[in-house]
């Protein structure tokens, strides 16, 4: 107890100290960080094209970027594409007329993540003047058919149901319980995740492209659009699945020819035969590097695939789904076994046993890979309210906690169907010893008879014989069975017997009725299948869900990209004896965001009246980029007002703004002040 008391908290200080760590870089769906124009700026001029920057790599399809004028007419040429060499950007050109038409555009953007993701959005901004924003008919399908979302997610949560159902089912017959596959429903169980798992692939690879694309299902079967998703890492991993399932099927049918050497209840009756062990053998490792090869796809094509500790991330992601499909994939098997009893086949007390034992270390291996998920992909603890992602991961969290609580409840019915098949194998042996019993009673009561018989024939015709030989000899015929006594004695032993295996047949059924050990048994592990159901159905959610720290830094960008322009006043004292020498200075930075920004300082004296100084010196440094300090060029404007028309910020983050104030030939001070760009 105190040793389970002590892993559980060490655990519990590992997940503490994972999730109040460092946030690091996101690890899945591209955030939007900025735009050019930017949302809602107003333009003297129409600009020759229109750049997005996303937080990671993104894939560009046809319409990725689309630009539309005041009247809703698209306005954009040519073909999206990266800016310069950059693949974190989205770019397009618009047409050079744009000047003659006036107003608000609408831009309407669509592109695919480094995690085969797709993200979207719109944005607004103006020439010469606003007006309301035109009526789109055709940007409301960028956010994607809503059939055509829920089929292609259908399709991805019966791709992790049937995955486990093959795999758990043929780890179990392999390693737990041989006499599987000698049952049909068995059989029924690996083939129908394998068909499922292959056709819901396919499925998957037909919804690509409309998924990507964000139409409707009548363009599932368009070539152009399948042959864009196979251009792709997604739709290579895909292909790649349909053939490893292709070779899966030929391992199905060489594990359906060998049905073992085995006991159907569990116990391995031909384990001194070499040839089916080495058989057995080489069929579990084929089987171990196909279901790795398989659980590889869905990693490489999903979250772990980009941001931090990619290797690890891919690594824990496999371990994870093979861990998954161990687990819930074998107890779907276990509960086909227990519907039927040992005697006609089904799973015994050494089946399910293995079975614990597979099943303790696949969830070792899923709560591991978890705690590690859920670092990744949160960062923190707000995340686990604050948004959808840990939401979803606390659900699933729950519904396992109720798998774990079915599971130490199988394992108490367990413990006491061990306990029932002892003491049915006990009246068994006894019943056995009561067979034998009556047969040796009657035995001795024929031997008897052919004594009292041989003594009475000896003493009558004991003159007439040559001798004693000669008596015991007839003794002997009479014993082997030829009088009529002997019958009547054999028709006894045969009731008897028949008596005694009617009682040990009541003793067993009145045994299995007393003890429903293995009923509660199956209801247990149905509860746990029930909620394994659940379970898949929010990890597919989950997959499609951007992360906690995607998330937190998609809402950093926006709450830096909708900053304002920024406005301080600073106290400055130079230590002079002139009227400038004491007073504040207020500094103006307009837009306060990467580029081209304008910048006015105001200074005035210590009664509040603008003043003019011989010297005002400004430089902006960025220390987390090892930037500057860079002068700023500023000019005297007016009485107390300098200012700077082309103050260049070329990165967000927080600057050091450094103003140098000089009110006579000798005295100066130098003011500093943060400045956030957005």
């Known amino acids: 107890m105190k040793r389970t008391v002590r892993s559980a908290a060490a655990l519990f200080c590992l997940l503490a100290t994972l999730l109040l760590g460092s946030a690091g870089v996101a690890s899945a769906h591209a955030a939007l960080l900025s735009t050019d124009p930017s949302q809602g700026t107003v333009l003297a001029v129409a600009p020759s094209t229109v750049t997005l920057h996303f937080s990671e790599s993104v894939t560009l399809e046809t319409g990725a970027v689309r630009v539309f004028d005041p009247n809703g007419k698209q306005v954009d040429t040519g073909t999206a594409g990266h800016a310069g060499s950059d693949p974190s950007t989205a770019s397009v050109s618009l047409n050079p007329a744009l000047d003659q038409t006036q107003g608000t ?20 901004f103006s020439i010469g003047r606003t007006t309301s924003p035109a009526a789109l008919s055709g940007v409301e399908s960028n956010s994607g058919s809503a059939s055509t979302g829920f089929l292609y997610g259908l399709s991805r949560s019966v791709q992790y149901g049937t995955f486990a159902l093959l795999a758990g089912s043929v780890a179990l017959v392999l390693l737990g319980w041989p006499g599987g ?23 998957e690879l037909a919804l690509r492209g409309t998924y990507e694309a964000g139409t409707g299902l009548g363009k599932v079967f368009d070539l152009s659009l399948l ?14 699945r349909v053939l490893l399932l292709a070779g899966a099927g030929v391992f199905l049918a060489l594990l359906s020819g060998h049905t073992g050497a085995s006991d159907p209840a569990g116990q391995d009756a031909g384990a001194g035969d070499g040839v089916e062990r080495r058989r057995r053998i080489w069929l579990g490792i084929v089987g171990a590097v196909l279901a790795v090869a398989i659980a590889l796809t869905w990693p490489l094509g999903d979250h772990a695939s980009v941001g ?25 098997t276990v509960l086909v076994g227990l519907r039927r009893s040992t005697a006609d086949g089904g799973i ?53 906690a109720v798998i774990l609580g079915g599971a130490w409840m199988s ?83 045969a009731q008897l017997a028949r008596q ?36 898949l159905g929010v990890t597919t959610v989950l997959t499609n869900s951007a992360p906690g720290r995607a998330v937190a830094e998609q809402q950093a960008a926006t709450a830096a990209a909708n900053r304002g322009p920024v406005d301080v006043t600073l106290p400055y004292d130079t230590g002079g004896s002139t009227a400038s020498a004491k007073g504040k200075i207020t500094v103006d930075i307009d837009p306060a965001r990467t580029g081209t920004n304008t910048m006015h300082a105001y200074l005035y004296d210590s009664t509040g009246k603008p003043v003019d100084v011989p010297e005002v010196d400004v430089t902006v440094s960025l220390a987390a980029r090892s930037l500057g300090p860079m002068p700023v060029k500023v000019d005297h404007l007016d009485i107390g007002h300098w200012g700077a028309a082309g103050l260049e910020l070329p990165l967000p983050g927080t600057w050091t703004l450094a103003v140098t104030i000089r009110s006579d030939a000798i005295d100066e001070t130098t003011v500093t002040t943060p400045v956030t760009v957005g």
Do not use: C, N
């Open 227 to 240: 042959r864009q998703v196979l251009g792709e890492k997604l739709g290579v991993l895909l292909a790649v």
């Open 411 to 493: 394992r108490r019915w367990l413990s006491l169907l061990r306990a029932d098949t002892a003491e049915q194998q006990a009246d068994a042996a006894e019943a056995l010893v009561a067979v034998g019993a009556p047969a040796v009673e009657a035995g001795a009561e024929v031997g008897a008879d052919v004594g009292a018989g041989t003594e009475a024939q000896v003493g009558a015709e004991g003159q007439a014989r040559a001798g004693a030989g000669s008596g015991v000899g007839s003794g002997s015929e009479v014993g082997s069975g030829s009088g009529p006594g002997s019958e009547v004695d054999a028709e006894r032993a």
């Open 105 to 124: 555009y609408t831009v309407a953007w669509r592109v695919i993540s480094a995690d085969t993701h797709p993200v979207a959005g719109a944005f607004t």
């Open 500 to 535: 005694a295996k009617a009682r040990r047949q009541a003793s067993v059924r009145k045994a299995h009725q007393a003890a429903p050990a293995r009923g509660m048994l199956l209801r247990s592990v149905a509860l746990e299948a029930v909620f394994a159901v659940v379970v």
């Open 181 to 203: 596959l000698r049952l049909r429903s068995v059989q029924r169980l690996m083939l129908t995740g394998w068909a499922g798992l292959l056709l819901s692939t396919l499925a």
């Open 348 to 400: 015994g007390v050494a089946g399910v046993q293995r079975f614990s034992a597979v099943a303790l270390g696949a969830v070792t291996g899923l709560a591991v890979t978890g705690v590690y998920q859920a670092w990744r992909g949160l960062g923190s603890w707000s995340a686990l309210t604050s948004t959808t992602y840990g939401r979803l991961l606390l659900v699933k969290i729950g519904a396992v």
């Open 308 to 332: 931090m500790q990619v290797p690890l991330a891919i690594t824990s992601d496999t371990v994870h789904v093979l861990a998954m499909g161990l687990w819930l994939g074998g107890l779907a």
